[in-house]
T-cell receptor, first 115, second 112 residues
Framework: GAVVSQHPSRVICKSGTSVKIECRSLDFQATTMFWYRQFPKQSLMLMATSNEGSKATYEQGVEKDKFLINHASLTLSTLTVTSAHPEDSSFYIC???????????FGDGTRLSIL | TQLLEQSPQFLSIQEGENLTVYCNSSSVFSSLQWYRQEPGEGPVLLVTVVTGGEVKKLKRLTFQFGDARKDSSLHITAAQPGDTGLYLCAGAGGTSYGKLTFGQGTILTVHP
């Protein structure tokens, strides 16, 4: 069964809107979740590591004020794209690692389209 | 910075043909995962290899982990249209603790 639930699967909104994406870990308490961005026909690009109860760790070049991450519980991390613009349009995917040296399990992704 | 070079980037073959995808790095990984992703969905884990020299088989798919744990390959025998998708290798451990280092991906198209 699914390990990770990501919602919504698709968002279309106007430029300037803030969009929140949820990532839930099912049947597992995740102290760490990961957020990725993916462009068409390309690999995944890690944006940030979401840490339960503390600040997220952002990768170089990712604006933390643009992509707000909140990991308030052991089963939920949220990514908010603030004041989204067309260049933020992409496929955003979260993942959960179920233990040290265990593989990551991915959500089904969120297709974000900014008009 | 750890890099995982994946090749080829694109592969277009006929049903029934065999193929191999490679992932190479100068870094040592504690494990390496292979994922398959279909359009509009998240990657799905196919296999994890942990031990140097390890070989794992999943029906028509054979995965190898290099002896030095720096490289891996995925071989598909008698490819079918249902194998079409984006294949991703990802290394865990090494200097990027807790994170995965992804290859560039291989887009496989199997024509009937």
């Amino acid at each position: 069964g699914a390990v990770v639930s990501q919602h919504p699967s698709r968002v279309i909104c106007k430029s300037g809107t803030s969009v929140k994406i949820e990532c839930r870990s099912l049947d597992f308490q995740a102290t760490t979740m990961f957020w990725y961005r993916q462009f068409p026909k390309q690999s995944l690009m890690l944006m940030a590591t979401s840490n339960e109860g503390s600040k997220a760790t952002y990768e170089q070049g990712v604006e933390k004020d643009k992509f707000l991450i909140n990991h308030a519980s052991l089963t939920l991390s949220t990514l908010t794209v603030t004041s989204a613009h067309p260049e933020d349009s992409s496929f955003y995917i979260c993942s959960v690692q179920t233990g040290e040296n265990q593989p990551q399990h991915f959500g089904d992704g969120t297709r974000l389209s900014i008009l | 910075t750890q890099l995982l070079e994946q090749s080829p980037q694109f592969l277009s073959i006929q049903e029934g043909e065999n193929l191999t995808v490679y992932c190479n790095s100068s870094s040592v990984f504690s494990s390496l995962q292979w994922y398959r992703q279909e359009p509009g969905e998240g990657p799905v884990l196919l296999v994890t290899v942990v031990t140097g020299g390890e070989v794992k088989k999943l029906k028509r798919l054979t995965f190898q982990f290099g002896d030095a744990r720096k490289d891996s390959s995925l071989h598909i025998t008698a490819a079918q249209p249902g194998d079409t998708g984006l294949y991703l290798c990802a290394g865990a451990g090494g200097t990027s603790y807790g994170k995965l280092t992804f290859g560039q991906g291989t887009i496989l198209t199997v024509h009937p």
